[in-house]
């Protein structure tokens, strides 16, 4: 089926339409046409009911079955052009006039949450955002250019779901387009050969309940129309971006980036690195040593954010007087009889040992014992979101004991957490009063996904 390029934009209606029509991909219910009231009609006596009346009745539905089969068929149909009419933008995006740039891929929004289904409050979903800049290569003079496309995953050969692109969000007070270019394209600044714009791209939020999915692949189809001077009105594919649906949850990121910084009255960059991301945050550690998540509007990317292996286990870090080996982390709904409320709540379970390892004391005496009485843990299940230890869990990890020297003893910590949350860092105080964090990412918890 051969598809013109208008089907992508919002601002052409015909896709959604038709989609609407067959009820599939579309976020919102139905909408469909009041129908007119029909005319009251007597109630027929006994003596007026025809014996042809269920033959009516089947010949009726007969009728309105080959409806539905003629519908469905129609949307099995218009999913395939779709999926193909993706994998045919991307073979154009490399015979177009522009030249497409990006600084900043990510997804941000938020999923549903809370212990009772019924009573969790409304979310938008997720939205993905691309910013960066787009360089005219073309002959002609443009005097508009308006910015579409969409978010689209992919689940199957035929089984996809799309949002298009943010259009315009108003208020009582203003009205302002999202996806739009930084420097406004119009007759008294007319784009020209060789000239660099930037741009802020968004797609609509998808429906929250594809949290819980996990798509063969995400991408944003970022599309431009224009009116020149010479070719008048064209549509573009200009550039296809993967998003990593794994930043939902959490993913490990392992690569450099620059990060933006104020320098008296202008912007300059830094290089700093990633170690992971989740939604609208990123975990840095900056030139002087300090690590901190910031906003992914302050990061300068070039290309896709690289998606890393977790933590590989056992991590061992040292203080002057103990051994800390974390063997392990996992999600479970229950430890020792101890059950969350609600299905959004759950538990990380970290499994550790501590070693007393002390310095010889002086003319060879034996050192004191070790008390782990001082110990305290902290779980980062968020960006800057800090669990405490679950008191009501029994079976942890027995902290009253004493060690001798180059004894050891092993347990488990179990934290809390939310079913969208998969815990970064582990932060363990030891007994002589040294803090360390230690990375505990594990892509095998969160979340307790329904859809594969």
């Not at 390029?5 to 029509?21: E, I, K, R």
């Not at 009820?23 to 007597?42: I, M, V």
């Not at 969409?150 to 315009?168: I, K, N, T």
């Not at 296809?240 to 930043?247: A, Q, R, S």
């Amino acid at each position: 089926m051969t598809r013109h390029w208008t089907v992508v934009f919002h601002f052409s209606l015909s896709l959604a339409v038709g989609v609407l029509a067959c009820g599939g991909q579309s976020d919102g219910p139905s909408e469909q046409p009041p129908q007119p009231t029909p005319a009251p009609q007597p109630s027929p006596g006994p003596q007026e009911v025809s014996p042809q009346q269920p033959v009516a009745e089947e010949d009726e539905c007969e009728v309105r079955e080959e409806c539905e089969s003629s519908c469905a068929t129609k949307c099995a149909a218009e999913e395939r052009d779709r999926t193909g009419f993706f994998d045919e933008q991307k073979t154009k995006v490399t015979e177009i006039p522009f030249k497409m740039r990006s600084e900043r891929i990510y997804l941000k929004g938020e999923c549903h949450s809370g212990p009772v289904p019924e009573q969790r409050r409304a979310v938008e979903g997720i939205a993905s955002v691309i910013e960066g800049t787009l360089t005219y290569t073309g002959n002609d003079v443009l005097y508009r250019a308006f910015l579409g496309g969409e978010m689209f995953l992919r689940f199957g050969p035929d089984q996809y779901r799309e949002v298009f692109a943010a259009e315009e969000s108003r208020s009582f007070w203003s009205r302002r387009l999202v996806s739009r270019f930084l420097r406004e394209v119009r007759g008294e600044d007319p784009w020209r050969n060789g000239e660099t714009r930037s741009f802020h791209w968004e797609s609509r939020s998808i429906d929250p309940v594809f949290c819980e999915t996990r798509p063969e692949n995400a991408q944003s189809l970022i599309a431009l129309v224009t009116y020149g001077v010479l070719e008048g009105r064209s549509e573009h594919p200009v550039g296809f971006v993967n998003l990593p649906w794994d930043e939902v949850v959490g993913m490990a990121v392992n690569q450099q980036v620059a990060i933006k910084v104020r320098s008296g009255s202008t912007w300059t960059t830094e290089p700093a690195q990633a170690h992971f991301s989740k939604l609208d945050r990123l975990l840095v550690t900056r030139v002087s040593g300090k690590t901190e998540w910031v906003r992914r509007e302050d990061v300068v990317q070039t290309g896709d954010l690289g998606k890393a292996a977790g933590t590989t286990f056992p991590a061992v870090f040292s203080t002057a007087e103990w051994r800390i080996t974390v063997t392990g982390i996992s999600g479970v709904r229950d430890f020792g009889g101890y059950v969350p409320r609600g299905e959004d709540e759950l538990l990380a379970v970290v499994d550790l040992q501590f070693e007393y390892v002390p310095s010889p004391g002086d003319e060879g005496e034996a050192p004191s014992p070790g008390e782990l009485r001082g110990s305290a843990f902290r779980l980062e299940t968020s960006p800057g979101r800090w669990a405490q230890p679950v008191r009501d869990a029994p079976g942890q990890i027995d902290l009253s004991a004493e060690l001798n020297a180059g004894s050891s003893v092993s347990g488990k910590v179990v934290f809390p957490r939310r079913r969208f949350e998969r815990p970064f860092r582990l932060e363990v105080k030891t007994p002589d009063r040294q803090t360390t964090l230690v990375n505990v990412f594990s892509y095998a918890i969160g979340p307790e996904r329904m859809v594969p």
